[in-house]
């Protein structure tokens, strides 16, 4: 859909050199201009370094080609913000500023996409991160495609509001916050549809602080995440660090895709559906601070199929596996499963999570009884369940690693006894009958949960 009228950025005036940022910005500026004034066209950036001070502001049916990834290199030097706003298209009072720190920004008519922009075969880097900067900012677009692109030392290597029937091909952001998003404008209706992320990649290499998710997508739905990667996270204190982090969206296909060296959680679900197949999730480590888990699922169903996960090494706090609030996995032939952390907790308001194996049998849990807090010195509950054989969890703050299960205790009307919930921490769990009591003589607060397991 680019026309082929052609504007090579050298015959508006802009150097290669990487020198004189001035010049360099307003001459490739104009060659956006004219190809956006001639109805579209592609806007040649031959090889080199193309200083620029300001955001170059590019528009659909415009193609901006470079000679290749570290051929042609557009490097922003300052943190000049754009200006101006656009009424955001199927919103209601709501415009996407252009007031930011972007490499690129792609503009949109007022109440209007931005069909067909392009972006290829070129590095987009600001020379100092700063927070809040992008690589790329494209608040609404249709039929967009970025191949080829590398982004560097920016808080978001690329930012949507809403972007539909496009493809993002070989685009890697490298020390970012945030790789790919699919932010929220704040209307939190969706973001997208039918989008396609083919062999990217996030490289986080140590140098920017967290917290930080490599796909941060909300919103969006049935759209496919191809052969993609996220690398070298690290979350060392309290803040969150995902690789994969979606939120209400549906219809979510993960082709092939994986993780190394990561630290942190690997796949995050919250409120949506998604299906993950071949996905390998390599060198995995535990943090020491904070809520992690290799998989954390939220109000969400989630699909595994033939998936490998490394142990995580040292666990630390980390969990396994987080499902909660009615939540629902399903492990089809799993290669390997999380492990090496704690085992899964909060299976409140009936939650499960279900292990298909080759045969087709399956191995279940499911929640019995929601967590409940006991405060004090001696604190202790009572509640009846039902006839069968339950896993208690229990949290102890005080007590180093969060949660861990107790041996496995049957209730079928004659007393059991389990004592080895956790050491250190002081807490007995007994079955009576079908009554189960926990009494607690650690300090500050505990809580516990009764999860039924199929033996």
């Known amino acids: 859909m680019i026309s082929g009228a052609s504007f090579n950025v050298l015959d508006y005036g802009a150097q290669n050199d990487g020198l004189n940022a001035t010049t360099t910005t307003a001459a490739i500026q104009a060659a956006l201009d004219a190809a956006h004034s001639s109805g579209g066209g592609v806007v040649y950036f031959p090889a080199g370094t193309y200083n620029i001070s300001a955001p170059l502001k590019t528009y659909e049916y415009v193609s901006m080609v ?9 490097l922003k030097t300052t943190n000049t913000v754009g200006s101006g706003s656009q009424a955001a298209p199927n919103r209601t009072s709501i415009n996407d500023s252009y007031v930011s720190d972007d490499v690129v920004q ?7 996409y931005a069909f067909y922009a392009q972006i290829r075969d070129m590095t987009l880097k600001k020379q100092t991160y700063a927070a809040s900067s992008r690589g790329i900012y494209a608040p609404r677009c249709s039929h967009l495609t970025i191949e080829r692109v590398l ?8 930012l949507t509001y809403d972007c539909w029937m496009s493809s993002l091909r070989n685009v890697t952001s490298q020390a970012v916050s945030i790789g790919f998003y699919h932010a929220n404008d704040g209307s939190g209706v969706g973001t997208g549809t039918s989008v396609l992320f083919q062999n990217c990649w996030i490289n986080f ?15 969006l739905t049935y759209s496919v995440f191809s ?6 996270g690290v979350q060392v204190a ?6 994969y982090d979606y939120n209400t969206c549906n219809s979510i296909a993960l082709e092939g895709c994986g993780v190394e060296n990561h630290q942190g959680t690997v796949i995050n679900v919250n409120t949506g559906t998604v299906n993950v197949n071949a996905f390998s999730a390599l060198s995995l480590k535990g943090v020491s601070a904070g809520t ?3 998989v954390f699922v939220n109000q969400s169903r989630l699909t595994l199929s033939t998936c490998r996960f490394d142990a995580i090494s040292p666990a630390l706090s980390t969990f396994n596996w987080i499902i909660q609030d009615a939540s629902s996995v399903v492990e089809v032939n799993p290669f390997s499963s999380p492990s090496g952390g704690d085992t899964f907790i ?8 279900n292990i298909v194996s080759g045969s087709g049998s399956t191995a279940s849990v499911g929640l019995k009884r929601s967590s409940i807090a006991l405060t004090g010195i001696v604190a202790s509950t009572i509640y009846t369940v039902a006839s069968g054989a339950y896993y208690v969890y229990a949290t102890i703050p005080n007590s180093g690693t969060n949660f861990q299960v107790a041996a496995l205790v049957v209730s079928d009307g004659i007393t059991a006894t389990t004592t080895n919930l956790k050491s250190a921490s002081n807490l007995t769990v007994s079955l009576s009958g079908l009554n189960v009591q926990l009494t607690s003589t650690t300090t500050g607060q505990a809580a516990w949960s009764i999860v039924e397991a199929v033996v």
């Open 346 to 353: 909060s299976y409140t308001n009936g939650s499960a999570k």
């Open 292 to 294: 992690s888990a290799t």
């Open 227 to 232: 052969g993609c990667a996220c690398d070298n």
């Open 106 to 112: 792609i503009w949109h008519d007022a109440n209007e």
């Open 66 to 74: 470079g000679d290749g990834q570290e051929a042609t290199v557009i």
């Open 151 to 158: 982004i560097i030392n920016v808080s978001s290597g690329y």
């Open 238 to 243: 309290a803040g969150n660090v995902y690789a």
């Open 205 to 219: 290499d140590n140098s920017v602080v967290e917290p930080s998710t490599g796909y941060s997508i909300f919103g």
